[in-house]
C-alpha cells in the first residue's frame, strides 16, 4: 500500500501523465527483467533503474512505465545511446504462471520499448533478433535462431550451418565459427 503511494506520487513529480504505481515491487523479477534489458541493448542498462511490479490491473499483460530523463531521439541505428533514469515493469498476475520462455519473450518485448517507443520496422527488427514477441500471438511461437553462412566472394546466398533454439548458443557458435572461416560471412537469422 506504502509503496503504490509513495510510486504514483513520484511518477506525478515528475509530470509524466499516465497512471501507474499499480502492483507489488517485485525484486526477482526486477533482477530477471535487466539481465534481459542487458542482452538487448548492453552496458548502458547498468546505468538505468529497473523495477518491476506484479499485479497491474491494465489491459495488456505487461507495460513499460518511465519517468525521468531525456525524451528525445533514442536511438543510433539500432544501438541505445540515452534513456530516461528509471524504468518500471508492470504485469498482470497471470504474466506469473507464463512459461519461463513465454515470460522472457515479453520482458524483450518491453526492453526493446526502452529505446523504441512505437512498434515501428526498428522496433520489430531488434525485438526478433532477440527473440522477443513482437505481438500477443507470436507468444507461442517457438523461436529458432540459425547460423547461415556464404562465401565472401561472390553472389551465393546464406545458407543455413546450424539451427539452435537458444540464443546465445547461437551467437558462441557463430562467433567461434566466424573466427574460425575467415573466408565466409557468417551471420545469426531469427525466425
Ligand atoms: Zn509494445
Not at 489491459?59 to 533514442?74: D, E
Not at 540515452?82 to 504485469?91: D, G, P, Q, W
Not at 518485448?109 to 500477443?136: L, P, R, Y
Amino acid at each position: 500500500m506504502n509503496h503504490q503511494r509513495r510510486h504514483t506520487r513520484h511518477i506525478r513529480k515528475s509530470g509524466v501523465t499516465f497512471e501507474a504505481g499499480q502492483g507489488v515491487e517485485n525484486k526477482d523479477l526486477a533482477k530477471e527483467f535487466s539481465a534481459v534489458a542487458r542482452e538487448v541493448w548492453g552496458p548502458i542498462i547498468d546505468k538505468i533503474t529497473l523495477h518491476a511490479r506484479v499485479g497491474s490491473d491494465r489491459p495488456h499483460m505487461a507495460a513499460l512505465v518511465s519517468k525521468g530523463g531525456h525524451g528525445g531521439r533514442r536511438l543510433i541505428g539500432t544501438h541505445l545511446c540515452r534513456a530516461k533514469r528509471e524504468y518500471t515493469l508492470e504485469v498482470k498476475l497471470e504474466f506469473m504462471s507464463l512459461t519461463p520462455e513465454q515470460r522472457r519473450k515479453i520482458m524483450v518485448h518491453e526492453a526493446v520499448h526502452i529505446g523504441c517507443g512505437t512498434h515501428n520496422s526498428t522496433f520489430q527488427k531488434i525485438c526478433t533478433d532477440h527473440g522477443g514477441a513482437v505481438c500477443m500471438n507470436a507468444l507461442n511461437k517457438d523461436v529458432e535462431y540459425a547460423i547461415q553462412t556464404k562465401p565472401k566472394e561472390g553472389r551465393t546466398r546464406f545458407k543455413d550451418l546450424k539451427v539452435f533454439s537458444v540464443r546465445g548458443e547461437a551467437m558462441a557458435y557463430g562467433k567461434s565459427y566466424s573466427n574460425e572461416h575467415r573466408n565466409l560471412r557468417v551471420r545469426i537469422q531469427t525466425r
